[in-house]
């Protein structure tokens, strides 16, 4: 197993390669930025820019904030609360949040009305049909899936989430 520092010390020549190969800037820039990740969210800039279709910039300050601390906004479900994450082009008419559960958190079941990414940045949860997903991890829920999940009761569980048309919570 290597260290974090043997793998950056691989990816920075990588990335500076790829430029007389004709890949995207973009590409370049994502695998430089990674290297350099700052904060305990920071290495998470990347995959933010891409789940809310942001500029690598704008998702590096949102990793920042998250890491000094951020208002968050009070939601009628107990333990759980939100963050509005204003999003590119791609990301139009969805629901976009940054989400805090405390340990122990039930969100309830409910209908998914569009496909929802969600992807965590801190803590876990484990689904209604006993999925654990944990730091680093991605769950994605095809229009029309149901589900709830609870909050790992070890720590608060951080995570981004995209919602298109939003979710219907279930009686």
Same mark, same amino acid.
């Given at each position: 197993?290597?260290?974090r520092s043997d793998d950056m010390d691989v990816l920075a020549p990588l990335a500076w390669g790829l430029a007389p190969t004709g890949a995207s800037e973009r590409l370049r820039? +994502?695998?430089?930025a990674s290297t350099g990740a700052e904060g305990r969210y920071g290495v998470f800039a990347d995959r933010m820019a891409r789940l809310f279709d942001l500029p690598l910039a704008k998702a590096r300050d949102l990793m920042r904030d998250l890491e000094r601390g951020v208002?968050?906004?009070a939601t009628p479900i107990p333990g759980f609360e939100m963050i509005k994450i204003d999003t590119g082009p791609r990301c139009q008419g969805a629901m976009t949040m940054l989400? +805090?559960?405390q340990p122990g958190t039930v969100f309830p079941a409910h209908r998914h009305v569009g496909e929802e990414t969600s992807f965590v940045l801190e803590g876990g949860f484990v689904d209604s049909h006993g999925v654990a997903?944990?730091?680093g991890g991605e769950l994605f829920k095809p229009e029309g899936t149901h589900h709830g999940f609870v909050v790992d009761l070890d720590g608060v569980c951080l995570?981004?989430?995209?919602a298109f048309g939003g979710i219907a919570i279930e009686p």
């Open positions: 197993m290597t260290d820039e +994502r695998i430089l208002a968050w906004n989400a +805090r559960l997903v944990g730091r995570a981004a989430a995209v």
